[in-house]
């Protein structure tokens, strides 16, 4: 157990809809990381945010955003649904302090646009 | 941008064999951090890496930190059935975020 938990589990949605996905990170940890992981695939970085600010972004559109709160959970929201991003959305916490950082990941949401 | 290969894509082995896999970048990494997936679950770390050349063990686990930087592998040692899943790596370098292989897919016949 990583303390990290995501919310909902699983997610049906049409195309053009939104979606808003949540993660709770583990205590004591600043940061949480979005990960897009497509099935058969490794995770891929969508953004990361520390201290409520976005700290770096993957290659992905701006329909992709995402806040962090004060207590450091997170949401992920995304809009006009597209059906190839039906995949499985990971969330990771870590502390962020220095060159070394550890992830956690949460178990997912997995989402599917039809 | 940096890209992560790992080797093999999938391996059958027999329960109580050994397993090696590696991950090789384009780009030097100062942490290196190795995960377990099972279907349906989120990554569950598994040895984190952060200096060239380190060697670090987990129970049957042991992974390294390559010299080049470039580079870093893990070992099973005794494989068991719950050793299957599919494993990953991830690398990052100074003010950059992780980025993971495709995976080792691993299958552990009796």
């Known amino acids: 157990e990583t303390g990290v938990t995501q919310s909902p589990t699983h997610l049906i949605k049409t195309r053009g809809q939104q979606v808003t996905l949540r993660c709770s990170s583990q205590?004591?940890?600043?940061?949480v990381s979005w990960y897009q992981q497509a099935l058969g695939q490794g995770p891929q970085f969508i953004f990361q945010y520390y201290r409520e600010e976005e700290n770096g972004r993957g290659n992905f559109p701006p329909r992709f955003s995402g806040l962090q709160f004060p207590n450091y959970s997170s949401e992920l929201n995304v809009n006009a649904l597209e059906l190839d991003d039906s995949a499985l959305y990971l969330c990771?916490?870590?502390?962020?302090?220095?060159?070394?950082?550890?992830?956690?990941f949460g178990p997912g949401t997995r989402l599917l646009v039809l | 941008g940096q890209q992560l290969n790992q080797s093999p894509q999938s391996m059958f082995i027999q329960e109580g064999e050994d397993v090696s896999m590696n991950c090789t970048s384009s780009s030097i990494f100062n942490t290196w951090l190795w995960y377990k997936q099972e279907p349906g679950e989120g990554p569950v770390l598994l040895i984190a890496l952060y200096k060239a050349g380190e060697l670090t063990s987990n129970g049957r686990l042991t992974a390294q930190f390559g010299i080049t930087r470039k580079d870093s592998f893990l070992n099973i040692s005794a494989s068991i059935p719950s050793d299957v899943g599919i494993y990953f790596c991830?690398?990052?370098?100074?003010?950059?975020?992780?980025?993971f292989g495709p995976g080792t897919r691993l299958s552990v016949l009796p």
């Open positions: 205590s004591g940890h600043n940061t």
């Open positions: 990771a916490s870590s502390f962020l302090a220095g060159v070394q950082e550890t992830q956690y």
């Open positions: 991830a690398g990052r370098d100074y003010g950059q975020n992780f980025v």
